[in-house]
């Protein structure tokens, strides 16, 4: 899949991207798949199990392509969280600003 871009800075993960819109498609797919399959195959149905098992591959694909994105964009606000914690620590503490 080198189609799929798995490298990201901060600025560009933040942006919306064709990653993002196949996510959205496979999200949709693979929850549809999910419900309707895991009832069809309460009832034993065969088409069940079928539907099912693309609903786990849409879901398991729609997190290859999407991770990537958010973690990059998780550890970014991360740092940014402890910089604002440190702020305010020393805001506290009456310390001078810099």
């Known amino acids: 899949?080198?189609?799929?871009r798995r490298e990201w800075?901060?600025?560009?993960?933040?942006?919306?991207?064709k990653e993002d819109w196949l996510a959205i498609f496979f999200s949709a797919i693979s929850y549809i798949g999910l419900m309707i399959g895991t009832a069809l195959s309460l009832l034993l149905l065969p088409v069940g199990f079928i539907i099912l098992a693309i609903?786990?591959?849409?879901?398991?694909l729609m997190a290859y392509i999407i991770n990537p994105?958010?973690?990059?964009?998780s550890s970014?606000?991360?740092?940014?969280?402890?910089?604002?914690?440190?702020?305010?620590?020393r805001t506290e503490r009456w310390e001078e600003l810099s």
């Open 1 to 4: 899949m080198g189609f799929i």
């Open 9 to 17: 800075t901060p600025a560009a993960a933040d942006e919306w991207t």
């Open 76 to 89: 970014e606000y991360e740092k940014k969280q402890k910089e604002y914690l440190e702020y305010l620590e």
């Open 55 to 60: 609903g786990i591959g849409s879901a398991l």
């Open 69 to 73: 994105k958010l973690n990059k964009i």
